[in-house]
């Protein structure tokens, strides 16, 4: 069982900056060499929504039109690390972070691609 733990969120203040990591345990060492990776976010009232992927061989990204130019995934296979650097904060960005692990990054991003999920950390962007 691929595990997830997602942290590095907080509150900031609009036009700040935060990395989100998500680290995966369990399987094989070096799990995340096979899974594409994908982050979503939360919004109180709001539906789930798809922020960025990442193929396994981090040869193909995509990122939402809301967050282009801002946010930059990553993924460190040697570490079984996953990033979300997130720059230039906006009011609107607030929300649980989730990141998820799958089989296949396409776009638009689809939540049942991926089968492992964290358990979110919380970003708040507020003055």
């Known amino acids: 069982q691929l595990q997830l733990v997602e942290s590095g969120g907080g509150l900031v203040q609009p036009g700040g900056s935060l990395r989100l990591s998500c680290a995966a345990s369990g399987f094989t060492l070096n799990s995340l060499n096979y899974y594409a990776i994908g982050w979503f976010r939360q919004a109180p009232g709001k539906e789930r929504e798809g922020v960025s992927c990442?193929?396994?061989?981090?040869?193909?990204?995509k990122y939402a039109d809301s967050v282009k130019g801002r946010f930059t995934i990553s993924k460190d296979n040697a570490n079984n690390t996953a990033y979300l650097q997130m720059n230039s904060l906006k009011p609107e960005d607030t929300g649980v972070y989730y990141c998820?692990?799958?089989?296949?990054?396409?776009?638009?991003?689809?939540?049942?691609?991926?089968?492992?999920w964290g358990q979110g950390t919380q970003v708040t962007v507020s003055s």
């Open positions: 990442i193929s396994a061989n981090v040869g193909y990204i």
């Open positions: 998820a692990a799958g089989h296949r990054c396409r776009w638009p991003i689809i939540g049942a691609d991926f089968g492992f």
